[in-house]
């Protein structure tokens, strides 16, 4: 990945399939926290932003000529970013006035490979960014529970809706993995690699909210669990190790056989997943 010139200050990426529907509400939140210290970058996937519409609005456009997708959207933004952090932030979020300097002061500790706020799903009624990444019959299973509402938290992944890393280290490992385009499971893949013995930490006290699933909640729900599942085994399939490996192998066949007699949801993803792992990763461990 390429990289731009670069300031002290915030790089704010929002990628947007919703365009104004979702950015009026979302940027002048993100403008007001950040103060002046930074710049808000706003990356078209597969949508069409009418200039007129958004002229009142602080932002800088940036060209998204590649695949649809969230991982393949922010790693356009950050090719063009020029501040040293990079804030991604869903296009359904809003973000609180404190929480930019909120997340600054913990990033800048060299311990921390990557930090996020409190994410309050509107959905749900509760906090999302309680995050478990657990081992399940042969492969992982990410949960998201509920954050307390202060103090700095170690959790095994982000949420992709609103995480913040530096930029020189997000584009040394290349970015989000690109073949888990257009949505689900970046984040976890991300901060598996970011982590190598450093903290991945969520703070309780910066907050925002999300309305969750306002964008790809309008697709086909049969779709979404089909990309679900197949980017669950590509990040299993990267990242297991040791015994996880032998016992990932020992569920498959049971795993493929119940999805034969039910929807083939999950055979769907592995045959899915088994092209998408021919192809060169955009992001290496």
């Not at 996937?45 to 940036?62: I, K, T």
């Not at 060209?63 to 950050?78: M, Q």
């Not at 970011?194 to 991945?200: E, N, P, V, W």
Request: aromatic share 6%.
């Amino acid at each position: 990945m390429g990289t731009a010139s670069r300031d002290d200050g915030w790089s704010v990426i929002v990628p947007t399939r919703a365009g104004w529907t979702n950015l009026q509400r979302s940027l002048p939140a993100i403008a007001a926290a950040l103060g002046g210290a930074g710049e808000i970058l706003v990356v078209a996937d597969n949508v069409r932003l009418d200039p007129e519409a958004g002229r009142s609005l602080p932002f800088r456009a940036v060209a998204h000529g590649g695949e649809r997708g969230f991982a393949t959207a922010c790693n356009a933004g950050a090719r063009e970013a020029r501040g040293r952090r990079l804030l991604f932030v869903n296009d359904d979020v809003e973000v609180e006035p404190t929480t930019v300097a909120a997340l600054e002061h913990v990033l800048d500790d060299p311990g921390v490979a990557a930090v996020g706020p409190n994410v309050w799903s509107e959905t749900l009624g509760r906090s999302e960014s309680g995050s478990r990444l657990e081992w399940r019959r042969g492969v992982f299973d990410a949960r998201q529970d509920a954050l307390p509402e202060s103090g700095v938290w170690d959790v095994p992944f982000l949420t992709g809706a609103a995480i913040a890393v530096r930029r020189d280290e997000f584009l040394r490992i290349g970015g989000f993995d690109e073949r888990l385009a257009p949505y689900y499971w970046e984040d976890a893949d991300l901060c598996l690699r970011l982590r190598a013995g450093r903290r991945i930490v969520a703070v309780g006290d910066a907050i925002v909210r999300h309305r969750h699933g306002a964008t790809i909640g309008m697709e086909d729900p049969r779709a979404r669990r089909i990309v679900y599942e197949r980017n669950r085994l590509l990040v299993t399939w990267r990242h297991a190790g040791g015994l996880r490996v032998a016992a990932h192998l020992a569920w498959l066949p049971a795993r493929l056989g119940a999805s034969c007699l039910r929807d083939r949801v999950v055979v769907r993803a592995w045959l899915e997943a088994l092209r998408r792992r021919g192809r060169h990763p955009d992001a290496r461990s």
